[in-house]
């Protein structure tokens, strides 16, 4: 038995040990179905969730285009020079991730898509009983992707968003100003919070637009 925990804390990425135990705990009440990871990075996340899928009998598709974030980038405060790609030049995570999956046997339950999540957004269409958002931290680009794949968690499914920091003073807004937008609309109602993790479990009330659209 692959030890996953083992192999996340030996994978590369963002996500503090008690917030994967919130992750993880957060998936376990999803219903089984297709869950959509939004931000794969090296894959840290998607072990924890991947576990938790296989045990649900659920479905992961992780989305990232393997060139990192703004803040991934030479220059930047959480660049690793490791991860550049001496092809592109450009940062590349994509090889991380598949070691990683790899190691944690996972493959049979993770589905990996290489893309921008625009491109993806024009052709989803798949419900979704669990959506974890930790894609790029761009006001634009936070509020595209829950625009984009909110409307497809069906009723009763679980949206958990990370990096979520009410205050400025502890880290960019956007993602909050997402939390906020899902809880406004009635699409969502809060269920749980840890650290910068925010659970909320879909309503029957339809996703609209953003507040002034
Ligand atoms: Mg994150």
């Given at each position: 038995?692959?030890?996953?925990?083992?192999?996340?804390?030996?994978?590369?990425?963002?996500?503090?040990?008690?917030?994967a135990?919130?992750l993880?705990?957060?998936?376990?009440?999803?219903?089984?179905?297709?869950w959509l990871?939004?931000?794969?990075?090296?894959?840290k996340?998607?072990?924890?969730?991947?576990?938790?899928?296989?045990?649900?009998?659920?479905?992961?598709?992780?989305?990232?285009?393997?060139?990192?974030?703004?803040?991934?980038?030479?220059?930047?405060?959480?660049?690793?020079?490791?991860l550049?790609?001496?092809?592109?030049?450009?940062?590349?995570?994509?090889?991380?991730?598949?070691h990683?999956?790899?190691?944690?046997?996972?493959d049979d339950?993770?589905?990996?898509?290489?893309?921008?999540?625009a491109?993806?957004?024009?052709?989803?269409?798949?419900?979704?009983?669990?959506?974890?958002?930790?894609g790029?931290?761009?006001e634009?680009?936070?509020?595209?992707?829950?625009?984009?794949?909110?409307?497809?968690?069906?009723?009763?499914g679980?949206?958990?968003?990370?990096?979520?920091f009410?205050?400025?003073?502890?880290?960019?807004?956007?993602?909050?100003?997402v939390?906020e937008r899902?809880?406004?609309?009635?699409?969502?109602?809060?269920?749980?919070?840890?650290?910068?993790l925010?659970v909320?479990?879909?309503?029957?009330?339809?996703?609209?637009?953003?507040?002034?659209?």
């Amino acid at each position: 038995m692959t030890d996953l925990l083992a192999v996340a804390a030996a994978t590369k990425g963002f996500l503090p040990d008690d917030e994967a135990a919130a992750l993880r705990a957060a998936a376990a009440t999803a219903p089984p179905g297709l869950w959509l990871e939004v931000g794969t990075y090296c894959g840290k996340s998607t072990v924890h969730l991947g576990g938790v899928a296989r045990e649900r009998g659920a479905q992961l598709v992780t989305l990232d285009h393997h060139r990192g974030s703004e803040e991934n980038q030479p220059g930047w405060e959480w660049h690793d020079a490791s991860l550049v790609d001496p092809h592109t030049g450009r940062l590349e995570t994509l090889p991380s991730l598949r070691h990683t999956l790899f190691d944690a046997s996972l493959d049979d339950v993770v589905t990996v898509l290489v893309a921008r999540t625009a491109q993806v957004a024009a052709w989803w269409s798949s419900p979704l009983t669990f959506l974890f958002l930790d894609g790029n931290h761009t006001e634009a680009m936070a509020q595209h992707d829950y625009a984009a794949f909110a409307p497809h968690v069906v009723e009763g499914g679980i949206l958990a968003v990370h990096d979520v920091f009410p205050d400025p003073a502890d880290g960019g807004q956007a993602p909050w100003h997402v939390v906020e937008r899902a809880l406004a609309d009635g699409a969502f109602e809060a269920v749980s919070q840890h650290g910068s993790l925010r659970v909320l479990r879909r309503t029957a009330r339809p996703v609209t637009g953003r507040p002034g659209e």
